[in-house]
């Protein structure tokens, strides 16, 4: 989600567990928005509750214009008028029930959209670069557009190299064949690998 950096607990070279925050937006106005969805449940919340008992109560006054409708104690008028309120609650508790359903569905969106401000490591590994500052305005890549990383996370286990080879030697090469890495930084160790694909 785009915002304002607010934080960066992470710095380039360190370690992290999967879970663990490495940059935090300025989430004030999402905050906001998931206490106002909050109470937008509560109060959806109370109005059907309201409905129901509103609802009970028109079934009762229904029940009873039935019964002195029957001994001839009440007019037509006041029985159709009893009914339809009774039809008439029933509808506003179905009404209330999903205006419920969709603060609840609105208060679900204000936290996943709050959740976004914060960036957690997708697995164990470490920090190799960050690219951004605290007090600087990010933004995510739009689709088909790629920008650099605001931070770049790498998992050790999971390292490849990348090495040219001599088009005369490509024909010695096979896949899952064992292999020997030197590298400049390391030069009395050797690692040992396999070839994983051949291009």
């Known amino acids: 989600i785009a915002g304002l950096v607010s934080a960066i607990p ?31 449940l509560e109060a959806a919340k109370a109005t059907a509750q309201e409905a129901r008992l509103d609802a009970d109560q028109a079934q ?3 029940k009873r214009a039935e019964g002195l409708a029957e001994r001839d104690l009440s007019t037509e008028q006041r029985l159709e ?9 029933s509808v506003e508790t179905t009404a209330a029930a999903a205006r419920v359903k969709q603060a609840e569905a609105s208060l679900e969106l204000a936290r996943a959209t709050l959740d976004k401000t ?18 600087e305005w990010i933004s995510p890549s739009p689709p088909g557009v790629m920008i650099p990383a ?5 998992a050790p286990d999971s390292l490849y190299v990348s090495a040219p080879i001599d ?7 096979r896949l899952d064949q064992p292999c020997r890495i030197t590298l400049d930084a390391f030069r009395d160790r050797a ?9």
């Open 10 to 40: 992470v710095k380039k070279g360190g370690v992290v567990e999967r879970g663990q925050v490495l940059l935090q937006i300025d989430d004030a106005e999402h905050r906001a928005n998931a206490r106002l969805a909050e109470r937008s």
């Open 60 to 62: 009762r006054d229904l």
């Open 81 to 89: 008028e009893a009914q339809t309120r009774a039809q008439v609650t």
């Open 118 to 135: 914060t960036m957690r490591a997708p697995f164990d590994g470490v920090v190799l670069d960050v690219t951004t500052e605290v007090g």
């Open 150 to 154: 605001v931070i770049d996370v790498i």
């Open 167 to 173: 088009e005369s030697d490509v024909a010695r090469l």
């Open 191 to 199: 690692f040992t690998g396999r070839v994983s694909y051949i291009a």
